[in-house]
Each structure stands twice: as C-alpha cells, then as structure tokens.
C-alpha cells in the first residue's frame, strides 16, 4: 500500500493499525534547532484522544507520544530538533479485537471494507485497520511539530454545526471552545447538542457535523499558482481526514448564492498594506495567501458503525444483515477538530518552507 505521506519540504508519513501494537509518524524536513519534547505534542493529543465524555467512543487510551528520534539536547539543556526525521511513536493500549470477530467476513456498509478487499486482496476486520480513524493521532502529533514550524500562526478550530443544528455566529466565543467537551464556540448551541447527542447515543446511532479551522498570522505570500495552490494543498489535506466529503475555503458553497457585488473582498489603505473590508475568500486568493484569517470548514459523514441492522453482504457475496457492535462515537466530527487544527498546521509549515525556498 503506497501513498502514506504528505506534504513536500514539510513531509510527514504515518504508520500502524487501529489494533496493531503501535501507530506513529515519521516528520522529514523541520528546521533544526527549534525547541521540541513529548510535553510540546502530548496536550494536542490529549484533545483528540477518546474516552472523554459521553459523546466519544468509550475506548480508553492514554495517547503517550514517544519521541524516538530527531531531537537532541542543546547546550543549554534544552531537547531541540536536529533537521533529521523526526520519528513519533504512540502506542494501542485499549484494543477489544473480539468485537469484530463476528465481521470478519461481513462488509460494513458505508465502511471501507469491500474497497479495501477488492483493491489488495486483504483486510484488517479489527476496527478498519489502517482505514480507521485511530490513524489521525499520528497526524495530531505530527501537527504539533509542523505549529513549532510556524511559531507565529495561531491555529483554531471549532465544531459549528451537528446533524441540522448550527450555531449562532453573533454568539462565537474562541474562549467557549475550551469550556465544553464539544469545541463547541457557542454555549448556548452546545447545551442542546449535548441533548441531542445523548438522544442519538441512546438510539444506537449517528449524526454528521461541521468543523470550521481557523489560522490567524499567515502572512501574505504563501502558496504558489497554477499547480501548487494554498487552499488547494488545504482541501485535499481536509478530505484525506476519514469521514470527511465536503471542504470549503472561505464563503465556499455560499459564495453561490452570492453577487460579484457582495463576494469580491473590497480594499481601502491600511497602515501596513492593504485593508480587507471582508474574508469571503478564505484568506487565499489565486491560490495565495492575503494576510488574512485563513479559513476552512469541512464537513464529517455521521459514522457508519452503529447499532441500527443494515443490509449488506459477505466476502462470498451472499446478502445479510449486520450489526456492528464495539465502542463508536455518535458524532465522530467532535475529535475531528484537532485532526483538522493538524492537518491545517501541516500544510501551512510545508507552504511556509515552500516559500521560503523560493522567496528567501
């Protein structure tokens, strides 16, 4: 299986299974000397690690990343890159193999099982092997690294809407993400997602979401037409995240419903260069980037693993139905947030490198 890594001067390359002994990161092309430990990457894999409320899968892993190499200490004392791969280790402590015993040879509908099958011939039935969403701790710990890379750039995330129920923008409170377990920047609208969420729970099913990611202090410059594109790295980075099938930059699908009046992003003076009078371009435009927010939202498929019977068929191609059992999220878009905050940060440090090969 080819096409595990990502990114060019800023490249990472992830390993391992949902119920394999270890997943883990390799990160090829960060700068030395910048200061790097487990503490740097450790709280941003706390935020995605499961088990933490209600509204996740109730698998319980610790998320301890191990640095194995690519650092070194300083004379000072300090644990700093050394430009070398950097590799990061995160091991599976909380595997329950035994729930999928039973689908061994059922395909999951809406799962990957019946492409992973009839592409290589082989499949992993323990939670989607290489398919699951396990696999982003890697790419959260890789993220952590590539937000070293860019020091200036503050990366944000928020979950804006669950199933049909968004959020009210005039409430947008960065300062409420961090208050609730569903980065939710709305505390009114997390109040009734949590009783929405439990109603879904219950009814052993899902529901899709929104994730909107946000990245101040991106200069202006970043990025490259006609085949290297910001918002183009960006989208294909957002949709390689499990679940995703939708990415929009700025307005996005709304821009449609836009006049040219309304959409273009008009300018007056400023100080230090131009002054956008608004953002509906995402902080891209022609594919690089203005100085504004750079802004992404994507949308998260409602997890196919639930408890409602579905038709389906098996590896001999006989039809049945299928339950599937084990612990799942009902709302998967929920951890999907700093998923999105990585793979952001990621391609943001490979256009800043990018750029500065080019631009000096």
């Known amino acids: 299986m080819s096409h595990n890594s990502f990114g060019h001067l800023f490249r990472v390359t992830t390993f ?55 650092v070194f200490s300083d004379g000072d004392g300090r644990r700093v890159t050394t430009g070398t791969p950097i590799a990061l280790v995160i091991e599976n402590t909380d595997q329950r ?45 890789a993220g952590a690294v590539a937000r070293k890379v860019i020091a200036g750039v503050t990366i944000r995330g928020a979950l804006v809407q669950v199933g049909p129920h968004r959020i009210d923008r005039a409430n947008f409170d960065w300062a409420e993400v961090e208050r609730n377990p569903l980065f939710c920047p709305d505390a009114h609208a997390a109040e009734l997602w949590a009783d929405y969420l439990d109603g879904v729970r219950k009814d052993g099913s899902s529901i899709g979401a929104v994730i909107e990611i946000v990245a ?13 594109k910001l918002d183009a790295d ?20 709304a821009a449609a419903e836009l ?31 203005t100085g504004q927010p750079v802004v992404v939202r994507f949308a998260v498929k409602p997890t196919s693993s639930i408890l409602t019977p579905r038709r389906t068929i098996d ?41 500065r090969g080019q631009m000096g």
């Open 97 to 141: 193999s035994k729930d999928y015993g039973e689908i061994a040879d059922t395909y999951r509908p809406g799962h990957a099982d019946y492409v992973y099958d009839a592409k290589y011939g082989v499949r992993d039935h323990r939670g989607g092997g290489r398919s699951s969403a396990r696999e982003t701790a890697a790419r959260v710990a």
């Open 234 to 253: 960006l989208a294909a980075a957002m949709m390689s995240i499990n679940a995703v099938k939708g990415v929009e930059i700025g307005a996005g699908f």
């Open 315 to 355: 590896r001999f191609g006989k039809e049945t139905d299928i339950v599937t059992k084990g612990r799942h999220d009902p709302c998967v878009g929920i951890r999907a947030v700093p998923v999105g905050e990585a793979m952001m940060a990621c391609v943001l440090a490979d256009h800043f490198l990018r750029h």
């Open 259 to 289: 006049t040219g009046e309304d959409n273009a992003d008009e300018m007056r003076a400023g100080p230090n260069g131009p002054k956008f009078l608004s953002n509906n371009a995402g902080g891209v435009l022609g594919g690089i980037s």
């Open 16 to 70: 391992g299974e949902s119920h394999g002994p270890a997943l883990g990161a390799i990160v090829d092309g960060c700068p030395p000397k910048i200061p790097l430990d487990a503490k740097d990457i450790q709280g941003f894999l706390d935020k995605r690690k499961p088990g933490q409320s209600r509204f996740t899968t109730q698998r319980r892993e610790a998320d301890e990343v191990k640095i194995l190499s690519g």
């Open 216 to 228: 101040e202090g991106v200069p202006v410059g970043w990025g490259a037409p006609v085949y290297g």
